[in-house]
């Protein structure tokens, strides 16, 4: 079997799983790359990974930020708004400041504290993201997609509607 034959192969198979449903992908991409390093003439890893991310849909994380604990001032707050008596009392709201850039996350979204905490965390980095990675951000990533999508299903819409026009002309049935 000829080298372009295997990565023919390995780049159908990869477009195979993102068509499953009920299978995790990030899992099914794991076996066929290790199965295809293991058992098949294509040894140069560095091509083997470059067919991995130009066939990958998935969003790319290697940019995203990562947060130290020392750059971080946490605080817990009173929590506001409804839950009655419960909320005036606990301390589970989370104050998250980020000492070099100055941005100050707020999170009372659930009773648990640690949840709290986890998910200002998780809105710090998104945060951070947008900053330093502008239009290579997560979220930017998520509306060029969602930007592309809507593209195609306009065209498609598009065209049904100029094919019904022409059979309608065709057929006069207008």
């Known amino acids: 079997m000829s080298r372009q034959a295997v990565l023919k192969l390995y780049k159908d198979i990869l477009r195979y799983g993102e068509t499953l449903r009920f299978t995790n992908k990030k899992y099914f991409q794991y076996r066929i790359r290790t199965a295809f390093k ?15 991310k130009s066939y990958k849909r998935y969003l790319d994380y290697s940019n995203v930020p990562t947060l130290e604990e020392t750059d971080l ?6 929590g506001s708004g409804p839950g009655g008596q419960a909320t005036n009392k606990t301390n589970n709201a989370v104050v998250l400041k980020h000492k070099p850039t100055g941005f100050v996350v707020k999170c009372h979204e659930t009773r648990s504290m640690w ?27 998520i509306r060029a997609l969602e930007k592309k999508r809507q ?3 306009d065209y498609k819409k ?16 207008t």
């Open 38 to 52: 293991d058992n098949k003439d294509l040894m140069d890893e560095e091509t083997i990974d470059f067919q991995l």
């Open 151 to 153: 593209a195609s299903r």
């Open 73 to 78: 001032e946490e605080q817990f707050v009173r």
């Open 115 to 141: 949840d709290n905490k986890k998910r200002a965390r998780e809105i710090m980095i998104t945060k951070l993201d947008n900053l330093l990675n502008k239009e290579n951000s997560i979220e930017a990533q």
């Open 158 to 173: 598009k065209k049904l509607a100029e094919m019904k026009k022409a059979f309608r002309e065709r057929e006069g049935l």
